[in-house]
């Protein structure tokens, strides 16, 4: 498949699955029970003040209109006020997206990280059947890693490094050290997972022929998986990379409720108990469309890095 081609067709999935998000998001707003016009106009409010709001709403509207309104007003980056706090929503995001950008890095980097070397590791000492044992240990620690849901990891984390040894800050952003148990409660799943991709990778690439070759040779240890496994244990992470990110990004909004944090998957939530619906649409709509970028952008760095993947697709 020419590149050119490739790049309109994953293009084109990506515009389809954005339009499909910005879908949905609207629906939001229809398809939750009650009257939102009621929500803002408040319990006590007349009919005639009810009728007012869903004129300013725009909800009086054929919904075929007020859908090319709501489009609109996305692509000024106006997702209109708050029920709750009659701020406007793109104030609200901006006043808690730092908090979740900065943890959401760090989770990266810490899933990235301890994923790649961690599975590195556990190839190299397990590699030609060696060490069942580790093997073993290895397979019962990552599976348990990986089942354990984030509120549980959080709260045992805070309960161990908090309550009872006092070391870190048991909720809220107090500074630096406030994000340290939160970057691994949201981190520790999927880099159980990216460990588990890595080890088998790093097997596969160590059974080719040329590794055996390299080893034949006497090369150092460092050259033959510096040169031979690393690029390849890489790609692998990589590939599985926009699923760690969707992964990462739905974990945040559970670690932030458990750790207190003031970002947007705390907000997420507490604006769907208020019923703040404009909140509800633009948080769903912003972290949706970071899932479907960064998905495409890890597609195209894989086929551009692996020639495997260009081989397949040309």
């Known amino acids: 498949m020419h590149v050119l081609t490739w790049a309109a067709r994953r293009i084109g999935v990506t515009a389809a699955l954005l339009a499909g998000l910005l879908v949905v998001s609207f629906l939001l707003l229809h398809l939750v029970p009650g009257d939102p016009a009621v929500r803002v106009a408040g319990l006590n409010a007349t009919p005639e003040q009810v009728t007012a709001v869903r004129q300013r709403l725009g909800l009086d509207q054929p919904i075929h209109r007020q859908f090319i309104g709501y489009v609109a007003h996305v692509f000024q980056l106006d997702f209109g006020r708050s029920f709750q706090t009659g701020e406007p929503v793109t104030e609200v995001i901006g006043s808690r997206l730092g908090v979740t950008l900065r943890l959401a890095t760090a989770g990266i980097v810490v899933t990235m990280s301890a994923g790649v070397l961690i599975g590195l590791v556990m190839g190299a000492l397990t590699r030609e059947g060696r060490r069942r044992g580790a093997e073993a240990s290895f397979a019962l620690g990552t599976s348990l890693a990986g089942a354990v849901p984030e509120y549980v990891t959080g709260a045992l984390l805070a309960l161990v490094?908090?309550?009872?040894?006092?070391?870190?800050?048991?909720?809220?952003?107090?500074?630096?050290?406030?994000?340290?148990?939160?970057?691994?409660?949201?981190?520790?799943?999927?880099?159980?997972?990216l460990s588990r991709i890595v080890r088998v990778e790093t097997l596969a690439v160590l059974a080719q022929e040329y590794a055996r070759a390299a080893w034949a040779k006497r090369l150092?240890?460092?050259?033959?998986?510096?040169?031979?496994?690393?690029?390849?244990a890489l790609t692998a992470a990589l590939t599985v990379g926009g699923l760690v990110f969707a992964g990462l990004l739905g974990g945040t909004v559970v670690v932030e409720n458990v750790f207190a944090l003031p970002g947007l998957g705390s907000k997420l939530v507490e604006s769907v108990m208020a019923r703040d619906y404009p909140v509800v649409q633009a948080v769903i709509l912003l972290l949706g469309?970071?899932?479907?970028?960064?998905?495409?952008?890890?597609?195209?760095?894989?086929?551009?890095?692996?020639?495997?993947?260009?081989?397949?697709?040309s």
Do not use: K, M, Q
């Not at 908090?162 to 994000?179: H, I, M």
């Not at 150092?220 to 390849?232: A, C, D, K, T």
């Not at 469309?289 to 697709?313: M, S």
């Open 220 to 232: 150092r240890p460092l050259r033959v998986y510096g040169v031979h496994v690393l690029p390849n």
């Open 161 to 193: 490094f908090s309550v009872v040894l006092g070391w870190l800050p048991v909720a809220g952003l107090t500074g630096p050290s406030g994000l340290i148990l939160p970057t691994i409660a949201v981190s520790l799943a999927p880099a159980a997972v």
């Open 289 to 313: 469309a970071a899932i479907v970028l960064v998905n495409g952008c890890v597609e195209a760095a894989v086929r551009l890095l692996d020639p495997r993947v260009r081989a397949a697709t």
